[in-house]
């Protein structure tokens, strides 16, 4: 079937340095990556996304970039600080029946 | 204040019972979705509705049944079927031309 990965389940940055985090998806009709970011006990939350018809998006430190020949896509944080420790969740969406999360990653941000 | 709003937090309940996890939305929004998040996992899609008095099983349906009688209601019961009911439950909505999708905070079910 269907399915997204997610690499690296853990990842843990110095506070400054840049993370980035990997999915690869295998659904060629998927149009839609977005990218969650989930605290201990709380819900995802939207942080940005793409659309297939764009190849990179930036939104002050964080920015998404799309291959989709290669059928990738990546989160890309700079200048990390502490606040951005949590659990991050890439998604591809081909229609609303075709949701499919990645494993996710655990950032850690070293002091 | 708007948002989804899932009650309660936290639901104990024993095995055999069936229980009901409450989602509300004041977004508007058409479309709502039941997601089960287990440890160091991904989110599997239970069920969604794109409208009232409408709703379509997802990856990981049997044990769960839905209702979608108003817009801004959609209550998940995991019944007793349900041979690992003990996780993470989160529901989800959306507008209805639109991928994008907001999040509630959780109800975490453990089940003994």
């Known amino acids: 079937g269907e399915n997204v990965e997610q690499h690296p389940s853990t990842l843990s940055v110095q506070e400054g340095d840049s993370a980035v985090i990997k999915c690869t998806y295998s659904?060629?009709?998927?149009?839609?990556f977005p990218w969650y970011k989930q605290e201990l006990g709380k819900g995802p939350q939207l942080i940005i996304d793409?659309?297939?018809?764009?190849g990179e998006k930036k939104d002050q430190r964080i920015a998404v970039t799309l291959n989709k020949t290669a059928k990738h896509f990546s989160l890309h944080i700079t200048e990390t600080q502490p606040e951005d420790s949590a659990v991050y969740f890439c998604?591809?969406?081909?229609?609303?029946?075709?949701?499919?999360f990645g494993s996710g990653t655990r950032l850690s941000i070293r002091p | 204040d708007g948002g989804i709003t899932q009650s309660p937090k936290y639901l104990f309940r024993k095995e055999g019972q069936n229980v009901t996890l409450s989602c509300e939305q004041n977004?508007?929004?058409?479309?709502m979705y039941w997601y089960r998040q287990d440890p160091g996992q991904g989110l599997r899609l239970i069920y969604y509705?794109?409208?009232?008095?409408?709703?379509q099983k997802g990856d990981i349906a049997e044990g769960y049944s839905v209702s979608r009688e108003k817009k801004e209601s959609f209550p998940l019961t995991v019944t007793s079927a349900q041979k690992n009911p003990t996780a993470f439950y989160l529901c989800?909505?959306?507008?209805?031309?639109?991928?994008?999708?907001?999040f509630g905070p959780g109800t975490r079910l453990t089940v003994t």
């Open positions: 998604a591809s969406y081909s229609s609303a029946s075709k949701i499919i």
């Open positions: 977004l508007n929004h058409d479309a």
């Open positions: 989800a909505s959306g507008a209805g031309d639109s991928y994008e999708q907001y």
């Open positions: 793409i659309r297939s018809n764009v």
């Open positions: 509705s794109q409208i009232v008095n409408d709703f």
């Open positions: 659904d060629s009709a998927s149009n839609y």
